[in-house]
């Protein structure tokens, strides 16, 4: 462009140098003069625009470039997320799977626990029913039957069973006891314990020591009853002495020391049955 304009200068000063112009040619020139020089800085500015253009359209294609090449190193990272997920996925539903058949194990064993017990809580009420349906007016003011715990005991008084500090079984006990013989020969899967306790007052017998043998010779006393008059299986039987020590209420009256004075029948279902069920628990790895 500068050369151009050099151009028409030149040419204005050889019109000038070589005759003479009218003023009107002279205008004429200078006019398209001017407007080449207005072409010439708007060609000038619009080159500036157009680099200034480009500068810019370079930036934005390197940082275009760069975020590509971000855009593929996430790809590549989301890839190999993918594929370890999938794989921990894979583990995941096998290690879900042992587990729902560990839980439908442990659900199984819990339901055989729970109708055994349901079974046993019925046996306890049915024999518990017979118990009382059998006995007389007269006997129950000395026998109570009772369900505590999963267990039924029969706790007979000392002054129906024997005479003060005997251990010897009274004819009248023995039929109270034959009708409890008779129902437990209905349930026989179910042990027999017999405990005997008394009351805090020593005994006073040169045959007895104290209060532990006392108890222990009653409950003895009861068991042999049991399996030599009426046929109980003494492989059911067993026979304990709590003494002085385990009262239902005080000694300070005559009332309490009655109470506690008693023979008690505990009669549970068998441990063998429970033991082979928790021997059938899931073993843990």
């Given at each position: 462009m500068k050369i151009k304009s050099f151009g028409i200068s030149v040419l204005l000063l050889a019109f000038l140098s070589t005759g003479c112009v009218s003023n009107k040619k002279y205008a004429q020139l200078q006019e398209k003069y001017n407007e080449m020089e207005l072409m010439y800085g708007s060609t000038r500015d619009d080159l500036l625009s157009c680099n200034s253009d480009v500068r810019n359209l370079q930036t934005q294609l390197e940082n275009a470039?760069?975020?590509n090449s971000q855009l593929r190193s996430d790809l590549t990272d989301v890839k190999n997320a993918l594929a370890k997920s999938m794989e921990q996925n894979s583990q995941?539903?096998?290690?879900?799977?042992?587990?729902?058949?560990?839980?439908?194990?442990?659900?199984?064993?819990?339901?055989?626990?729970v109708d055994a017990k349901s079974k046993s809580d019925s046996l306890n009420i049915a024999l518990t029913n017979k118990l009382t349906r059998s006995l007389n007016t007269d006997e129950l003011r000395d026998v109570d039957v009772k369900v505590l715990k999963g267990v039924v005991y029969i706790s007979l008084s000392d002054n129906m069973l024997f005479k003060s500090g005997s251990y010897e079984v009274s004819s009248q006990a023995k039929q109270t006891l034959e009708k409890i013989a008779k129902i437990l020969k209905d349930f026989k899967d179910f042990d027999v314990l017999v405990e005997g306790n008394t009351d805090n007052v020593?005994?006073?017998?040169?045959?007895?020591?104290?209060?532990?043998?006392?108890?222990?010779?009653?409950?003895?006393?009861?068991?042999?009853?049991?399996?030599?008059?009426?046929?109980?299986?003494?492989?059911?039987?067993?026979?304990?002495?709590?003494?002085?020590?385990?009262?239902?209420?005080d000694n300070d009256s005559e009332m309490g020391k009655q109470r506690n004075r008693r023979t008690e029948i505990i009669i549970t279902p068998k441990l063998d049955e429970f033991m082979d069920l928790i021997d059938q628990a899931p073993a843990e790895e």
């Open positions: 470039n760069s975020i995941g539903n096998v290690n879900i799977s042992k587990l729902v058949d560990e839980i439908n194990a442990s659900n199984k064993y819990i339901k055989q626990l020593p005994i006073s017998k040169t045959n007895i020591r104290n209060n532990w043998d006392l108890s222990a010779l009653r409950a003895s006393s009861v068991v042999q009853v049991l399996q030599n008059d009426f046929g109980i299986n003494p492989s059911r039987l067993s026979a304990a002495g709590r003494g002085e020590y385990n009262p239902v209420t």
